[in-house]
């Protein structure tokens, strides 16, 4: 039984857009001097500047695109979005994930530093597969950002038969504020999951 756990385009332009052709239905909205159109990724529209100039442009999502709040930063692939839920006043939750399951979340609190919570995070995070089961191995962990700050925590792999999944708990914090950082993988989609993990904590900024 398997077990499945879980540019913007800048016109520095003053003009006066006139278009060249009817544009379709979009999902994105371009406004060039008051002027609104709607555009869909990936196609190439016209126009004509005031004093009778052409121009052409094409919206593209980057291959890789950065998110970025006051507390932190990190990159992540550009077909895969990144959602922030506020559970609380105090607690924001960013959370990635693949088609494949693979993910990772961070909670950023700002009235308390959550490093106490590493343990509790992680048994929550298992529980159901204890439950079923599977062995659960810790080792304690640390990982730097790229900007120098050191992250502790624990990595732990659950293990039942030939099916193992693994986990990443690590939290920063000072006396007022600070994260827990989450990923977990399947060793099923490593080969092709692993990077999309590898680059959020390989260029992760923490800013306080």
Known sequence: ???????????ALCL??????ALAQGNYEIVIDGKTQEIELGNQ???????GGNFSFTVRKKAQMTYADDLLSFDHPGDKVV?????????????????????????EYTSMDPSMLVPLMLNELVKEQVNYGYSIDKQQTTRTTANGKKLSGTRATARYNSEEMYYEVL???????????????????????????DLMWNTLKINF
């Open 1 to 11: 039984m398997k077990r499945n756990v879980c540019g913007t385009a800048v016109l």
């Open 83 to 107: 959602t922030e839920s506020r559970l609380d006043k105090d607690l924001v939750q960013l959370m990635c994930n693949s088609a494949n399951g693979s993910l990772y979340m961070i909670q």
């Open 171 to 197: 939290s920063y914090g000072s006396k007022d504020r600070g994260l827990i950082l989450v990923s977990a993988i399947d060793k099923s989609f490593l080969e092709q999951d692993q990077a999309f993990l």
């Open 45 to 51: 529209y016209s126009g004509q500047t005031a004093s």
């Open 16 to 21: 006066l857009l006139l278009a060249s052709a």
